[in-house]
């Protein structure tokens, strides 16, 4: 096999690599951000389909990591079951949309999430949800968040800015991304694998990430103690809105 056959392999390896020990060291330092950092990245790089097949173990891995960490998880799930539900209903139901049938748009979509996201956190919106409304907003929000996933790849929105929106403690608040993140993501699988866009060999590449993921994540926790958190925000966000607006206006102009 000549190297101008193998090049192309090499640097597509490099660059996963690179992106996963990156999407792992912003999970270590900020409790979230893995998925969120990979299709922004591979987004450039690949069709979000794709993208999304590689993240699913290494999103799983880390993010049962996050889950299983904190002290309240059955309390938590008895709380936002309904919440929960709805992920999968909609991110089953969208996740066609991502694994072919919306094309280019699918990649305007994960530009247009990504700079939403980026926005609200530069911006520092914060909302409040009164509990007595929590009931009937969280089946909403979780099938929203469940059809920009399945649209996507993304799962922040809204379901990120929703949970900080009830102003739980910050060990429940780490819990509950979590829980939101890891039924986000088995669902996404679910929903790829249905629109035959994940399949062994996806399995294998996927498998292979969770390795400079969980490298990143150790990383991530160590840097946590010597950086301002604020500020490490703060140029992430920056970074996802680059991100987001180069792949919003890349069919767009």
């Given amino acids: 096999m000549t190297a101008s056959m193998t090049s192309p392999d090499t640097a597509r390896i490099a660059a996963i690599t690179l992106t996963f020990l990156l999407a ?126 399945g649209a996507t790849g993304v799962f922040v929105v809204p379901a990120v800015p929703y949970l900080q929106a009830l102003d739980l403690k910050k060990e429940d608040l780490v819990q509950a991304l979590g829980l939101s993140f890891t039924v986000s993501t088995v669902a996404l699988a679910i929903g790829l694998a249905r629109a035959s866009a994940f399949t062994t060999t996806d399995l294998t590449s996927s498998l292979l990430a969770v390795v400079p993921a969980l490298l990143g994540m150790w990383a991530g926790q160590r840097i946590r103690g010597h950086i301002s958190p604020a500020t490490f925000r703060r140029w992430f966000f920056f970074c996802m809105l680059a991100l987001g607006l180069q792949l919003l206006l890349r069919h767009l102009i």
């Fill in 24 to 149: 792992g060291t912003v999970k270590g330092v900020t409790g979230m951000g893995l998925p969120t950092v990979a299709m922004g990245v591979l987004g450039t790089l690949m069709l979000p389909a794709e993208a999304a097949a590689l993240l699913i173990l290494p999103s799983l891995v880390t993010n049962v990591w996050q889950l299983l960490a904190g002290p309240r998880l059955g309390a938590l799930v008895r709380r936002f079951w309904l919440m929960m539900t709805g992920i999968v209903i909609g991110t089953v139901a969208a996740a066609s949309f991502i694994a072919g049938s919306g094309g280019v748009w699918a990649t305007t979509g994960l530009g247009a999430a990504l700079t939403l996201y980026a926005a609200s956190g530069l911006l520092s919106w914060h909302f409040t949800v009164p509990p007595r409304h929590e009931r009937r907003l969280s089946p909403v929000i979780g099938v929203v968040t469940g059809l920009v996933t």
